[in-house]
Nanobody, 125 residues
Framework: VQLQASGGGLVQAGGSLRLSCAAS????????MGWFRQAPGKEREFVAT????????YYADSVKGRFTISRDNTKNTVYLQMTNLQPEDTAVYYC???????????????????WGQGTLVTVSS
């Protein structure tokens, strides 16, 4: 399984970006997916997660109402639409695939088996 994250970049505060994570390997549609981020000097933190079917999602309080996770199982891709970005959103964003199939997403990074390489999001004030 390989996960390829893309879409990061430099944006001004209040701007928007859409991250993509393309998956290869075993059936993508059977697994919950998540986005995490790690800012310089900080621990990795949960951002958003989506169930294998796309029917349910869950967000960190810090991004709720601003970020939207979605997936297109026909394209083996999960997205993170980010709006009203703030400087505190600056981080490397990682996508991940859950270890077990046919269950919902999770904020616990230990339940994810595969991780993408990360894409850098920088928000200037």
């Amino acid at each position: 399984v390989q996960l390829q994250a893309s879409g990061g970049g430099l944006v001004q505060a209040g701007g928007s970006l859409r991250l993509s994570c393309a998956a290869s390997g075993r059936p993508f549609s059977s697994y919950g997916m998540g986005w995490f981020r790690q800012a310089p000097g900080k621990e990795r933190e949960f951002v958003a997660t989506i169930s294998w079917s796309g029917g349910s999602s869950y967000y960190a309080d810090s991004v709720k109402g601003r970020f939207t996770i979605s997936r297109d199982n026909t394209k083996n891709t999960v997205y993170l639409q980010m709006t009203n970005l703030q400087p505190e959103d600056t981080a490397v964003y990682y996508c991940a695939r859950r270890r077990v199939s046919y269950i919902d997403g999770s904020p616990n990074p230990n339940t994810y088996a595969y991780w993408g390489q990360g894409t850098l999001v920088t928000v200037s004030s």
